[in-house]
């Protein structure tokens, strides 16, 4: 009697432990893609947090040496309060995937300093019209405006980016300031003096593409690249580079080009 009892206790037991390994399965299969996820969203905060502190110098510059001016700070934080619940790189990273592009992580910003040095070495002035050629959030064309007093142009893809630019420059009616939606591929850009790309991120086949418009353009435009010179993507003698100097980006030091359309 008592050995028929201990072998269904047993037996329910063994049911028992199949039901509750299964179960532990179950579950450790569910929550795997969730343990992903958070490691990856772990991953990216720490590598937000070393950026923020790597780059937490630059922001004491950009106050010290640019918000003193007024009229810039009430611009720089209308634009910056705009992206204080969703970054710039989430957004371009969102756009970039619903656009079914490979590489999504391509934005990237001039930093103010940056663009301080870049202007002044390329003897950017009032009588200029610079062309920048993705202008991501606007940050660059709004500094080159305020402190150069030149007419700026942004060619910007990404909807979201141009809408809110387009609503900082008529909240302090900046009538040299414009921003075009589209592809600068597609986009004309012939009444430029100087055209700024920062384009890093771009593919061999895009930069021979620009080339080809560019050499379109009146001979002694300006054109500034970071990282490459035009002359490295084409045969032609199109272009002649003028100055090659180093500049700090969020990233590291990178050689910016200006060149001369010949
Ligand atoms: C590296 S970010 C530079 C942003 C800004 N120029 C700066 O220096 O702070 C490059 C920008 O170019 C835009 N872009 C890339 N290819 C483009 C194209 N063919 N037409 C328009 N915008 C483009 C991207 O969406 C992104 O905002």
Redesign the pocket.
Known sequence: MHLRDDSQTMEQLRAYTEKANATIQDLSKRIEPLMKKLGEIAQLMGIRLLTAARNFPDHVRVIARYYPDWKFLRIDWSLLAAYVFRSPFTL?KR?LQQHGQQDVY?????PLPAIDQIATECGITAQDTVY?????RG??CFWLNHFKGCKVVG????PE?VRVANGVKNKYRLDKVTFIE????KTDFKEATVI?L?????EDK?IEQLIEKLSKLPSGTKIITVSYPLSDYTKKPLFEVMKRFPVNFTWGTGDVYLQYKK
């Open positions: 371009s756009y391509q934005y990237g910003e001039t920048e050629l993705g202008s991501g940050r660059v060619i910007e893809y990404i980016f589209g592809d600068f591929l700024y920062y384009g890093t991120c771009l895009q």
